[in-house]
């Protein structure tokens, strides 16, 4: 029996009436068409369905679509500011990190939730980050290079 449930998403109140075993990808991708919460492992490990609910990454392969209940949720589509990309996306794409684009929202959304929280992160906490998404083409060099530009840019901005 489906349920009625609220929260916000990307800034603007949003209700959905899900089912007890929808998770929150299908919730995205199916009842609400934003599709660039990617579809990966299903199990939590390669980090392409990385979303941020209140304030932390988090998987939308395995929440139940209930947590959205109250919860405050960003998706890729949401992190742009206007027309322009945000610092993170203009980081990643001037390293080089972006060529197939599986991956990258799930990492732009990781990044974000890290930076939000402390745009000082240490090399360690940035790398813990970035070690739950699984990237097949870049081999990480480019996505480390566009994470430290990415903070710099942030900072910049912050200071």
């Known amino acids: 029996m489906a349920e009625a449930i609220q929260f ?46 209140d304030g932390e990454a988090k998987r939308a392969c395995l929440l139940p679509a209930a947590k959205l209940a109250g919860a405050t949720v960003l998706t890729i589509e949401g992190v742009n500011q206007g ?19 599986y991956c990258i929202p799930g990492i732009v959304l990781e990044l974000y939730a890290l930076y939000t929280k402390n745009v000082n992160a240490s090399d360690d906490e940035i790398k813990t980050a970035l070690s739950r998404h699984f990237c097949r083409c870049t081999g990480y060099e480019a996505i480390w290079e566009g994470a430290k530009l990415a ?6 901005k912050a200071g």
């Open 151 to 156: 903070q710099k840019f942030l900072q910049a």
């Open 83 to 101: 027309l322009e990309i945000h610092p993170i996306q203009k980081a990643l794409i001037e390293a080089g990190a972006v060529q197939c684009g």
């Open 8 to 53: 916000t998403l990307n800034g603007a109140p949003q209700a959905v009436a899900v089912e007890p075993a929808d998770k929150i990808i299908d919730v995205l991708r199916e009842h609400l068409n934003l599709t660039g919460t990617k579809r990966g492992c299903d199990d939590g490990t390669c980090g392409a369905c990385t979303i941020v609910l």
